[in-house]
């Protein structure tokens, strides 16, 4: 492992019982190797959420440069309107 630095932290007295018991019952090592999945997890979750921002920025951006013109808001409604009607449709000739 590369050099570590210790700190020191504050928790709840209920988040180190929790801890405290994960590491009584085998699950952890230490402390300190609890403490360290925890940043891991962090981490993976801060790259998942910029990943899944990235993605939504393309299609932003991809809906900004569509060349296609813009939809009135009665264009929507009429498109909206026509696929609940076509829903209905369907759930009808579903039902026994």
Same mark, same amino acid.
């Given at each position: ?5 210790? =700190?020191? =932290?504050?928790? +709840? ?6 801890? /405290?018991?994960?590491?009584? @019952? ?9 403490? /360290?999945?925890?940043? &891991? ?7 998942? #959420? @910029?990943? /899944?921002?990235?993605? =939504?920025?393309? %299609? =932003? &951006? &991809?809906?900004?440069? #569509?060349?296609?013109? #813009?939809? +009135?808001?009665? #264009?929507? &409604? @009429? %498109? ?6 076509? +829903?209905?449709? @369907? ?6």
């Amino acid at each position: 492992m590369p050099s570590a630095e210790k =700190i020191s =932290i504050t928790m +709840t007295p209920e988040q180190l019982r929790v801890v /405290r018991e994960s590491v009584a @019952a085998g699950e952890y090592a230490s402390t300190s190797e609890v403490l /360290r999945a925890a940043v &891991r997890l962090w981490q993976r979750q801060r790259q998942e #959420d @910029a990943e /899944r921002l990235d993605v =939504i920025r393309a %299609r =932003i &951006r &991809r809906s900004l440069d #569509d060349p296609r013109p #813009d939809l +009135t808001g009665e #264009d929507v &409604r @009429a %498109r909206l309107k026509a696929l609940h009607a076509a +829903t209905v449709e @369907a759930q009808r000739n579903e039902a026994p």
